[in-house]
């Protein structure tokens, strides 16, 4: 069974940049969620998806953080502009649908900004 | 708040040695528990999860966790660790359970070294 594909693996981008990160989950998991790891602490989720509609979104910081999953299954997370403490590894998991299922991991994005 | 702490920012064990992990979590009802391992340049992977029943759970690659209600605490255990261990772990809550959802809260991670 393939995993949670994420892309790119790396990213450099100046401040005040765009960027852009695709996520793939596992074939026929209903709920998809995106965390943000910075550097020496645990990840944080940003947004947590139900099929495509938006289930929790509270610790996203909507003025320049956006993200969709279009027929409920590949999602995107934009950043736009990109700040200094963006910088972090962006992680996508994906899950069954119910609230006991494990949420099973991707590779994650490493995100730079200079 | 629910928050989990791990306590042990870095730890270094001999191969072979024992190893316990500490974790310890604020969340007003019951929890449902997890330990995920991090290796460089991937992704968590479970170890174990505790969501009722018996308080010593068994996970993968030989590694155990018991949940103590009474101290807060689900610690991870391993009674001889490998080189291969070596990695970050993260404690994580389980909240926001309201209809049907998993919010996981994660611990800061303790980053586990192996001597030979």
């Known amino acids: 069974e393939a995993g949670v594909a994420q892309s790119p693996r790396y990213k450099i981008i100046e401040k005040r940049q765009s960027v852009a990160f695709w996520c793939n989950p596992i074939?026929?998991?209903?709920?998809l969620y995106w965390y943000q790891q910075i550097l020496g602490q645990g990840p944080k989720l940003l947004i947590q998806f139900q099929n495509n509609g938006v289930v929790d979104d509270s610790q996203l910081p909507k003025d320049r953080f956006s993200a969709e999953r279009l027929k409920g299954v590949d999602s995107t997370l934009k950043i736009q502009p990109a700040k200094l403490e963006d910088s972090a590894v962006y992680l996508c998991?994906?899950?069954?649908?119910?609230?006991?299922?494990?949420?099973?991991f991707g590779p994650g994005t490493r995100l730079t900004v200079l | 708040a629910q928050s989990v702490t791990q306590p042990d920012i870095h730890i270094t064990v001999s191969e072979g040695a024992s190893l316990e992990l500490r974790c310890n979590y604020s969340?007003?009802?019951?929890?449902?528990l997890f330990w995920y391992v991090q290796s460089p340049g991937q992704g968590l992977q479970l170890l174990l999860k505790y969501f009722s029943g018996d308080t010593l759970v068994q996970g993968i690659k030989g590694f155990e966790a018991e949940f103590k209600r009474s101290q807060s605490s689900f610690n991870l255990r391993k009674p001889s660790v490998h080189w291969s261990d070596a990695a970050e772990y993260f404690c994580?809550?389980?909240?926001?359970?309201?209809?049907?959802?998993?919010?996981?809260?994660f611990g800061a991670g303790t980053r586990l070294a192996v001597h030979p």
């Open positions: 994580a809550v389980g909240a926001g359970f309201s209809g049907g959802y998993n919010k996981l809260i």
């Open positions: 998991a994906s899950s069954e649908g119910q609230a006991t299922d494990t949420q099973y």
């Open positions: 074939s026929g998991h209903a709920t």
């Open positions: 969340y007003g009802a019951t929890p449902y």
